[in-house]
């Protein structure tokens, strides 16, 4: 017999169908009747008094059981404590009392070109404000002429700035 024969014979062959076994019937034992009609209680077989002993509980589940009981009583004696509720705050109140942040400054940088005698100057200003007690930046000191010249009227102003050489703007020329 060749492959396809087996084949064909395995398709057209009928399944048998399964059928569940079922377990065995035991017929129960008769239970002895006692001496005294009242007393009648079912008897147990002796089989059934032996499969199955209490067992004793496991260090863990022994622990597990002191621990939740502890915890039992704890719950209780927390939950028959009388306090008086904690008053809330107004919200608007507690905002006010605190002080408005300042907002951030934004800075700018900038570059620009002056004079090589100028510039020299910035290093004796510093020098000068650090022996006096008060050291500065290059920045600081710039923004304190300005605020100098902020506040001069307006002749003052135009006599300062009369004063001021004025330069080719760009940058330098290299040398």
Known sequence: MN???????????PRKKLVPRTAPKVEPKPVLAAADPEAA???ASVSALKARAPRK???????????????AEALVKA???????????????????????????????DSYAMPEAEYARIGELKKRLATLGGAVKKSELLRGGIALLA???????????GRVERIKTGRPAKK
């Open 151 to 161: 506040a001069l009227n307006d002749a003052e102003l135009k006599a300062v700035m």
């Open 57 to 71: 509980p496991t260090e863990v589940e022994a622990t597990v059981a002191k621990h939740q009981k502890v915890l």
């Open 79 to 109: 939950q028959a404590i009388k306090y008086d509720q904690p008053k809330v705050m107004k919200q608007a109140a507690a905002k006010s009392e605190k002080p408005a942040k300042a907002k951030k400054i934004k800075l700018v940088r």
């Open 3 to 13: 492959e396809q024969e087996k084949k064909a014979a395995a398709k057209s062959a």
């Open 41 to 43: 209680a079912p008897v």
